[in-house]
Nanobody, 115 residues
Framework: QVQLVESGGGLVQTGGSLTLSCTAS????????IGWYRQSPGQERELVAS???????GYADSVKGRFTISRDNAKNTHYLQMNSLNRDDTGIYFC?????????WGQGTQVTVSS
């Protein structure tokens, strides 16, 4: 299984920005579909953004136009750029990679948006 290390969470004011990073322990990273889920208080885990191995992206309606997923295959890393953050974006963000039906998950990073 692939090990994933996340970074970049923290406390930000409404309207601010954060970038999350997720680095994978595999040289085959370029073959993986990747993405981010979040777990907000009192809500089910939600798929926020995803990207296929060829770069096709998908976003939850709640983040379209504000969040951008990207990847750097040379660094085995993918990112979630989050802009115009609001309190509904508060939660624990988990990165994942998947290949051939096998998923690997990051440890989660807390994002807190204050008013």
């Amino acid at each position: 299984q692939v090990q994933l290390v996340e970074s970049g969470g923290g406390l930000v004011q409404t309207g601010g920005s954060l970038t999350l990073s997720c680095t994978a322990s595999t040289i085959l990273f370029k073959l993986y579909n990747i993405g981010w889920y979040r777990q907000s208080p009192g809500q089910e885990r939600e798929l926020v953004a995803s990207m296929t191995e060829v770069g096709a992206t998908g976003y939850a309606d709640s983040v379209k136009g504000r969040f951008t997923i990207s990847r750097d295959n040379a660094k085995n890393t993918h990112y979630l750029q989050m802009n115009s953050l609001n309190r509904d974006d508060t939660g624990i963000y988990f990165c994942y990679v998947t290949l051939g039906g096998v998923d690997s998950w990051g440890q989660g990073t807390q994002v807190t948006v204050s008013s």
